[in-house]
């Protein structure tokens, strides 16, 4: 970055000025447009959620007895009535939508119970493990990235850059797989999985915790090197920045210069793909879950798969649509928060 | 989570940059504090009620528990609503039934009815009832509750649903007194003797009405009157159920079970190894061939109930005689499906498919029921692809210019063969008897397909032949009712519905069989009949029997004994028809050597645990140590 383009994005020329326009980094007006996407973007997700699940070839009524042989008509026909399946679309879709506001995703066939009820008993699990993992990633990635970065061509930056191409490359299945029979024998850690164990002794969140290392370990370690490299590649931007310069120039220590002068101008794209990847804490991590029978909403969407349980699956698909939407706005009305540059735009 | 790619940076001015320095470290400290608060709180949201987990476990170190590790998670608990086998395993640990299934041969034993008459016309069966049975309440369990639950299974839409087979020849149930329960049916059935239908205690379950029962979880403490009570529901993870010590079949030796949900196989293997599970069931044949000869672990290639076979269209028709479908004439033709017969190899199935986990099939009625099987003897088909090719040949299906047969009507042998997507047992078998067809001159075109779009074509008859598998019940009824004329599709308001029939065989000399063997009630009588109908199966070659496939068990025998087979000779130790393992199981000796050195591990762990979180808050002071000093500079 040359110093003419950062000269021209200088906030104010006074301090009182730039406090005034943090007060005023967003104006409402741009609140609500951002809302107003948002909340068509939800729309559009709600149609497309409809009808890609009744495209779907087969009967679904006839799915719902075993084997779907003993299928009496009588009972087929109540159940088409009671699943809505004769009326035409409109109708269906206006029905969905009525129960969509009312907070009713529909019965799991797999489960016998509402979807919500469903979802609700898994949801907590998944936010935890992936929860953890990207913060604990978020964090580790954070500081190697930017040492590495600003270390550029040092022993250390070679180590952990390679490593983290190597680890970002690793599936995070395969990784649980290895660990699992790696681990079994020394009985260090829950190598069978699973979120408590039912003769365990010790208090409830303990159990958890523990149970939680291998899980949380395969997931976070993909993830440090993703939020590592990303952090290195803006540091290194930064790197010879002119206001470095002055920086050193007055006197400062290396270690304050990097940490309170440098990171802070690196961390940008390091908080896009945070904010991106928590949209994606709740969908979880689908193969890490079932690899150690975490009773998550992967595994969750991975039984439903199986079924296929298509009104769960559904009810899934537009929770995890609308973590990520949420996220994304969440994001998008914080930038001007963080930096000037998106405030003017 | 998504993976992004690396993007640009940007910079900051140095002016705003110092203009954060101060607020940079306490926005930090903030953050930390609040991730902290956040994992801790989740922890807490996701661990439910550790509070009621801890009272359904005193820790009295006496206490014995048996973990059985399954992979199939129990859909519901409540017994009107759960399909899978494992739902069923939990209904005959929380209920009763009138009559079980003894665990040497599965002849009808006492359950809840300590004896039972039938009329001499076969129509009115008499049930006497235990005398101070109770249930998990206290409350008395009578006559009433019995009649309540056959009535329920009659009258609800959605217990009918589940129960219906049992019930269909009832015509009223009553209960003349506390003790007796008297059943009426439209004809003679010997089903009367395995109705499998749970008594329920008519004072809890009359509050779940017709509509709630679709939904109702059953989860809440439910009442019953079986060896176990389910105590804790740990969703997708583990279900505790304690001993019911005054069970009329004597208490179990254990004090509490536990069935712990596994998604992985590999892993169901790995905690029978560490002990975290007593006994594994259903796993893989990699699995269990990895587990003989591990220290502690005995391994059981148990007898199964199942078989699988290569069925034939036969000329699809409805009940009406309506001919429906596009299956292929040829297989109309005896000659036909027996020479196809005849080259299938069922040593190499077993061999390469089954890695010698099962035996080669016969009679449909697999040899776990002895009374039952039948089996040809010295008159078994054997492989032989030239005799096969030479049967083809004598029927008059000469070979074309292209090597493919052709029929005196001058349709070629091709022939569509269906194979299971979920099943990779079923493609091994699909791509083999592909092969063996082609040696013998027809041409077989596999597509594999989901169970379910399969049941709809076969409904419809638009196959030729596929393969799949069928799992036996002890009573032989039902799974010969499948052959019969009325079993076939019909038609309802324009539209084909599936019967039970796959096959579409329809011979008047089997239904006579069939139906003379609902009447008979002496055993000997009726096994006699039984085998007649297997024997004309096998010489008509309705099916290709394949199979008869083993289930894998495994158990630590270092710390428990007691696992009873059903049938004694070689049969599952669990998922069986009664609950025989969980009531004998006890462990090898009194001082049970259960927690061995997992808490040693455990206590390890925990350390560890401190180690890292002592680290985590050292690490924070460190920071703001230095965020201070910086602030001095």
Redesign the interface.
């Known amino acids: ?1 040359t110093a003419t383009t ?2 021209t ?3 104010g020329p006074s ?1 009182g000025g ?1 406090r005034q326009r943090r007060l005023r980094a967003i104006t409402p007006t741009q609140v609500a447009r951002k809302l107003l996407t948002a909340l068509g973007t939800l729309a559009f997700v709600v149609v497309i959620n409809f009808f890609l699940f009744r495209v779907i070839p ?2 679904p009524a ?2 719902f ?9 009588e ?2 026909a ?1 159940l088409r009535r009671d699943l809505g399946l004769g009326l035409p679309w409109h109708e269906q879709f206006w029905s969905y939508l009525k129960s969509l506001v009312r907070g009713n995703l529909g ?1 799991s066939w ?5 979807v919500t009820a469903v979802v609700a ?2 949801i ?2 998944t ?2 493990l ?3 993992a ?2 604990l990633a978020a964090g580790i990635g954070m500081w190697l990235g930017s040492r590495s970065g600003w270390r550029h061509g040092t022993r250390f930056d070679k180590l952990a850059s390679s490593s983290a191409v190597t680890l ?1 490359s690793v599936p995070e299945w395969l990784l649980g ?1 290895v660990l ?2 790696a681990l ?23 159990d ?3 149970h939680m290392v291998l899980p949380c370990f395969c997931l976070s370690v993909v ?1 440090i090197a ?1 939020y590592s ?2 952090m290195r ?6 790197r010879y ?4 310069t ?2 050193r120039a007055k006197g ?2 290396d270690e ?1 210069v990097m ?3 440098a990171l ?3 961390l ?2 390091f908080t ?2 945070f904010f ?2 928590m949209g ?2 709740v ?1 979880g ?1 689908i193969t890490v ?7 998550g909403l992967g ?2 969407t ?2 439903a798969l ?1 079924g296929p349980d298509i009104p769960l699956l559904q009810g899934l698909f537009l929770i995890f649509s609308a973590a990520v939407i949420v996220m994304n706005l969440f994001a998008d009305l914080l930038y001007p928060f963080i ?3 998106v405030r003017r735009s | 989570m998504s993976r992004t790619p690396v993007t640009d940076g940007t910079g900051l001015t140095d002016q705003s940059a110092s203009r954060r320095e101060s607020r940079v470290p306490s926005l930090r400290r903030r953050l930390a504090a609040a991730a902290a608060l956040l994992v801790a709180a989740l922890t807490a949201l996701a661990v439910p009620a550790p509070a009621a987990a801890e009272d359904a476990t005193p820790t009295a170190p006496t206490k014995v528990t048996f973990v059985l590790g399954i992979k199939q998670d129990i859909d519901s608990f409540n017994p009107y609503v759960g399909v899978v086998a494992s739902a069923y395993e939990a209904y005959q640990l929380m209920y009763d039934y009138l009559i079980n299934s003894s665990d040497k041969d599965f002849s009808p034993v006492p359950g809840l009815a300590e004896s039972w008459e039938a009329s001499a016309d076969g129509k009115t069966w008499t049930y006497h009832i235990r005398k101070g049975v109770k249930w998990s309440d206290g409350v008395d369990l009578t006559a009433k509750d019995v009649v309540y639950s056959f009535q329920r299974a009659i009258d609800g839409e959605t217990e009918n649903g589940q129960y219906g087979n049992y019930v269909t020849l009832v015509t009223k149930v009553s209960a003349p007194d506390d003790n007796t329960v008297v059943i009426e049916t439209s004809e003679p059935s010997p089903s009367m003797l395995r109705l499998l239908v749970p008594i329920l205690p008519e004072h809890t379950w009359k509050d779940v009405d017709a509509k709630e029962v679709a939904t109702f979880a059953n989860t809440d403490k439910p009442v019953g009157s079986g060896p176990f009570s389910l105590v804790e529901v740990q969703k997708n993870q583990f279900y505790r159920f304690v001993a019911n010590k005054s069970y009329w079949g004597g208490a179990p030796k254990i004090d509490e079970l536990v069935i712990r949900i596994f998604a992985d196989d590999e892993a169901l293997g790995q905690a029978l190894r560490n002990g975290s599970v007593d006994m594994i069931q259903d796993v893989s044949a990699a699995v269990f061939e990895s587990l003989q000869g591990a220290p502690g672990i005995t391994t059981s290639d148990s007898k199964y109930s199942g078989f699988n076979e290569l069925a034939y269209n036969l000329g699809a028709q409805t009940v009406e005689n309506k001919p429906i479908g596009d299956g292929h004439p040829a297989l109309k033709d005896k000659r036909v499906r027996l020479a196809i017969d005849t080259a299938i190899d069922r040593k190499t199935l077993v061999d390469k498919v089954l890695r010698n986990h099962g035996t080669a099939a016969t009679g449909v009625i697999p040899p776990i029921y002895p009374n039952w099987h039948w089996t040809p003897g010295d008159a078994a088909r054997t492989f032989d692809l030239a005799k096969a090719n030479q049967m083809l040949e004598d029927a008059g299906y000469k070979k074309g210019a292209d090597g493919i047969r052709v029929g005196p009507d001058g349709r070629k042998l091709e022939f569509r063969l269906f194979g299971r997507e979920s099943s990779e047992t079923s493609k091994d078998n699909v791509a083999y008897i592909a092969d063996w067809l082609n040696q013998v001159g027809m041409k077989a075109t596999v597509s594999i397909m989901s169970e379910d779009q399969l049941t709809a074509v076969i409904g419809e008859g638009k196959y030729d032949m596929f393969e799949w598998g069928w799992v036996v019940e002890p009573d032989p009824d039902f799974q010969l009712s499948v052959f019969t004329c009325d079993q076939r599709s019909y038609e309802d308001s324009g539209e084909i519905a599936a019967g039970w029939s796959d096959s579409f065989y329809c011979d008047a000399s089997y239904d006579a069989l069939y139906k003379q063997q609902k009447t008979l009630l002496d055993p000997a009588a009726r096994t006699a009949i039984i085998k007649q109908a297997q024997q004309k199966l096998y010489d008509e070659a309705v099916y290709s029997m394949l199979f008869y496939y083993n289930n894998f068990e495994a158990y630590r025998s270092d710390k428990f004994t007691g696992f009873t087979p059903q049938p004694s000779d070689g049969g599952s130790l669990v998922f069986q028809y009664g609950v025989y393992t969980y009531l004998n199981v006890h462990p090898v000796s009194a001082t049970s050597a259960e927690k061995s050195s997992n808490t040693l591990w455990l206590v390890i762990g925990v350390a560890a645990g401190v180690v890292v979180l002592g680290g985590i808050l050292a690490g924070v002071l460190l920071l703001r140590r230095r965020t201070t000093a910086d602030e001095r500079e």
Do not use: C
Not at chain 1, 289 to 295: A, G, L, Q
């Open positions: 970055m950062t000269a994005e200088r906030p301090g730039a087969g009967d006839k799915a007895s075993p084997r779907g042989r003993n299928a009496d008509p009972r087929l109540q019965e797999g489960q016998h119970r509402p008993g898994y907590w699990p936010v935890l992936s929860g953890t990207l913060v970002y797989l699992m029979v079994s024998g020394t009985g260090l850690f829950p190598v069978e999985g699973g979120m408590v164990d039912p003769r365990s002794t010790l208090p409830g969140f303990l958890v915790a523990w993830y993703e490299l990303i590649s803006s540091m290194l931007d930064e920045a002119d206001y470095l002055t920086a400062l220590r304050t940490r309170r002068h802070p101008n690196a940008l794209p896009t793909l991106l990847s994606f804490v969908s991590a879950e079932t690899v150690f029978s975490w009773p595994r969750l991975y039984d199986r930096d000037p540059r």
